[in-house]
Every structure is written in structure tokens, then in C-alpha cells.
């Protein structure tokens, strides 16, 4: 009678998408052996083959990590009798993101499977500047996030605006720096501002509605002249051309 050994190596989702704050894990799973004696896991990157993890001689030994992945990867070493080979990554930054080969052999045989990484970071609350002169006024936001988004400028119909938008490179963090704004006339202001990370789902509304008749009422009542540079009225900041009576 002659026994046939295989080992199979899947992983249960073949693109995963590592958020920013959280551990990204990297399933794989391998046919179980309890016995780790030859047993060798290799997690490396697909583009350029840098090694990420090793494990063999029933140990870690990472003598051949890529330093960028220094102290920040692990296995599950209790669960690899159990065919858990699944990585562990944090934290995670922009420069993780690509496609990951999990290599597995043992005295069954040896297989590989591939993931593919992306990365995402929520975009903050954003951050509302408001820029008065004599005739116009321009509505501003900023925000923080990953990757570039969609930005969408809308007036009180539903039409579409014609908006400013700057990108800045990725902060230290690894994340783009947003700065969106609209250029609006006097005396009503009645727009919305919609940023979407269609990576992680994440919709962001916020709707400015300005009367400057009434404003001009509360900037009275608060002491303020019309030549001010900057105020705040109803929690927001207001900035226009002079200085505060």
C-alpha cells in the first residue's frame, strides 16, 4: 500500500484592505501536521521578493527580514500545528500595500498562495474656514486621510460646482493632505460639500448655509466691524480684511 502525502496552502480572502490604526492579519491556511521538525513558513512581497517572516527549525528566525518589516510582523506560532500560517502586520502604513506570497512547506510537500494588500485611512472631520471680502465669500475645508478621494461641490438645486482642490503630498503620517474650497456671492450661501473614500466606503456630507444679512446682524451685536480679520460666530472661523473694533 503506498501512501500519497499533499499539503495545500489557500488563503481564505485574496484581497484585504489594512486600515490605518488597526493590525492588518493575513490569513493563510496550510494542510495541518502537528509536527513542526520541517516545517518552513516564508511570508515575502511578490514584486520585489523581499522577505517579510520566516519560521523554521521550529523558531522564527528573521535574519533575512527586509528591515522596513523590523519588529512589526509575527505569526501565530501556537496554531501552526493547526496549518494557521497567518502573518500579522503592525502597524501599517501606505508602503505596505502590494501583494504578499505565503510559502509553506513540510514533509507533505510545498505550495504558495497570493494576497493582494491594500491601504486606507478614514478621512478626519473636516475643517470648516470661511473668507469674507466685500462681494464674495469663499467656503473652505480640510482634511486628513488615504488614499486621494473623490471631492464634489453642490449648490442649493443639486447642480454641480466649480471648486478649487489641492492635494498635498502624503504627510509623516502617509496621508494626503486635502484643502477644497468655493467661491460663492453675497448675500446668501447655500452649498454642500461631499468627500468620499471610496476605498473604505467612507462618505462625508457637510452642508454651509450662510445669510449675510443676518450675519452682518450678529457681527454687530458681537462688537465686530466689517474690517476685521477674524471672528468666530456660531463656533465657526471667520476670516476677512481688517481688524476686530
Known sequence: ????????????????????GRPALL??????DPDLS???????RQ????????????????????PEYHNRTSLYISELGKGNASL???PVGPKDAGRYLCQVSNAKG??????????GAFYSEPRLNIYVNSTTVT???????????????????NQNLNYHLEIHDQTEDGLYYIKSSYEAQKPVVNVTFTLKNHLLNQNLQRLVFL????????????GVTTECNSWNVGGLAWICNACMA
Open 88 to 90: 500579522r502586520i503592525n
Open 1 to 20: 500500500c503506498m501512501w500519497i502525502f499533499q499539503l495545500f496552502v489557500n488563503v481564505p480572502e485574496r484581497c484585504l484592505v489594512a486600515i490605518r
Open 27 to 32: 490569513g493563510c491556511e496550510f494542510t495541518p
Open 110 to 119: 510545498t505550495g504558495k498562495a497570493l494576497i493582494e494588500l491594500d491601504y
Open 139 to 157: 467656503v473652505q475645508f480640510e482634511t486628513e486621510g488615504f488614499p486621494k478621494p473623490e471631492v464634489i461641490w453642490l449648490g442649493e438645486n
Open 47 to 66: 514584486e520585489d521578493s523581499k522577505v517579510i517572516h520566516s519560521f523554521y527549525y521550529q523558531q522564527d528566525n528573521l535574519d533575512r527580514q527586509s
Open 211 to 222: 445669510s449675510f444679512d443676518n450675519l452682518e446682524e450678529r457681527l454687530f451685536e458681537t
Open 38 to 44: 520541517s516545517l518552513v513558513v516564508t511570508w515575502q
